[in-house]
């Protein structure tokens, strides 16, 4: 039998080639563009993600220290040797840039450090209550009011005759020298700094000194400079039953907010958030002393204070000019509203418009930049000033 082998001449032609090629091109091109839109998308998910985190903590900070605004502190009061303390000072930054503020406060929390003595800390010290009925015009002494005098011994100024340790110093008795701070139990705004030169505790009615020229290493530099001598019988015009705590230089703060040129927003120069483009304050408050605080919504209408006519021009130390409220205004102020805008790390394509907004009396730019932004605002009340 004969057997005629076929000519098998299967595959594919140049034509098929091409069109499977073709074909294929289309799907990869496609698949890469689906790639490139996920990733686009990704990388800007993750900048706004960064952003707002930087945005939330930068307005959680400066919620803290305003909620802590004034805290017993008033115009008679002197804290690192200054005369007096403004627990505000606002820079208004106009047309041109952010403005800046500064809070100043007491924070009892700060304690007084590691213990590293066999004395007790001192802000462990009980409160006193000042007893004006024993109060001499004349004399540096002043008594204790005891809360509780059932067993006829005056327990109010256990402790405060023994010495105690604070911020690396010791205050040993019967040599005293720290300090403390007293608030009027009528008047919780009129307070003062004082230093205690001595104690004598007694079953009943015990006495504190105050005696004069009393002195108190404020900067902690080993000598007394300007501003560190205190003047006695300070106590003399309080009321009856007005607060005496001890206190320390470290439990003073202030924080001042402010932006850089290259966007960093600082407290106190430490920078706490990147990528921030502007910040913005406004001011409302009981401005016409009629026992109401008249805020509207709209921060740029009404009692919000916060633009260059608004205000008036003061000095700094160093001889610069700003515009700040004026000091009737300050304590009358009642609520600061926060307006923080911060733009994402990296520009996200021509497809993406943007340009900085107007915020406050900052007017916005004219020029497309093709970054994302995010802007965070709050408005908080000031409990502490003039209550």
Aim: hydrophobic share 35%.
């Amino acid at each position: 039998m004969t057997h005629y082998l076929k000519n098998n001449k299967s595959g594919f032609t140049m034509i098929e080639l091409l069109v499977s090629l073709a074909i294929f091109s289309v799907v990869i091109v496609g698949m890469v563009e689906v790639f490139g839109s996920s990733f686009r998308s990704y990388a800007v998910q993750g900048d706004l993600v960064d952003l707002q985190q930087n945005l939330r903590i930068a307005k959680s900070m400066i919620e803290r220290d305003l909620r802590m605004t004034g805290s017993q502190v008033s115009d008679n009061f002197n804290m690192m040797g200054k005369e007096e303390v403004i627990p505000i000072t606002f820079a208004n930054g106009g047309t041109g840039s952010s403005d800046k503020l500064t809070i100043e406060y007491i924070d009892w929390a700060e304690g007084c450090g590691t213990n590293t003595s066999s004395l007790q800390s001192c802000d462990s010290l009980p409160m006193l209550l000042l007893a004006d009925k024993f109060l001499a015009t004349s004399s540096t002494n002043f008594s204790i009011a005891d809360n509780d005098d059932d067993d006829n011994t005056n327990l109010a100024v256990e402790g405060w005759d023994e010495g105690c340790f604070c911020g690396g110093t010791e205050y040993e008795s019967p040599k005293f020298g720290f300090m403390a701070l007293i608030i009027d139990a009528e008047d919780s705004n009129k307070t003062g700094t004082f230093v205690v030169t001595g104690v004598t505790p007694h079953k009943k009615d015990s006495t504190v000194a105050n005696g004069p020229n009393a002195k108190f290493d404020l900067n902690q530099n080993g000598s007394i400079d300007s501003g560190e001598t205190f003047d006695n019988k300070l106590v003399n015009d309080f009321s009856e039953n007005s607060t005496i705590r001890f206190f320390h230089p470290e439990f003073a703060k202030a924080a001042t907010y402010e932006l850089t040129k290259e966007g960093a927003l600082l407290r106190n120069d430490v920078p706490i958030a990147e990528n921030v483009e502007d910040l913005q304050f406004a001011f409302c408050g009981d401005f016409d002393e009629d026992g109401t605080a008249d805020c509207p919504a709209d921060t740029t209408k009404g009692e919000w204070i916060y633009k260059d006519s608004q205000l008036e021009s003061k000095t700094d130390d160093d001889g610069n000019t700003y515009m700040d409220l004026s000091d009737d205004n300050k304590e009358n102020v009642r609520f600061i509203h926060i307006s923080i805008l911060g733009k994402t790390e990296n520009t996200h394509g021509e497809k993406i418009s943007g340009k900085r907004p107007a915020l406050g009396d900052h007017p916005g730019s004219s020029s497309e930049d093709h970054y994302r932004r995010r802007l965070i605002q709050s408005t908080i009340q000031l409990r502490n000033i003039a209550l």
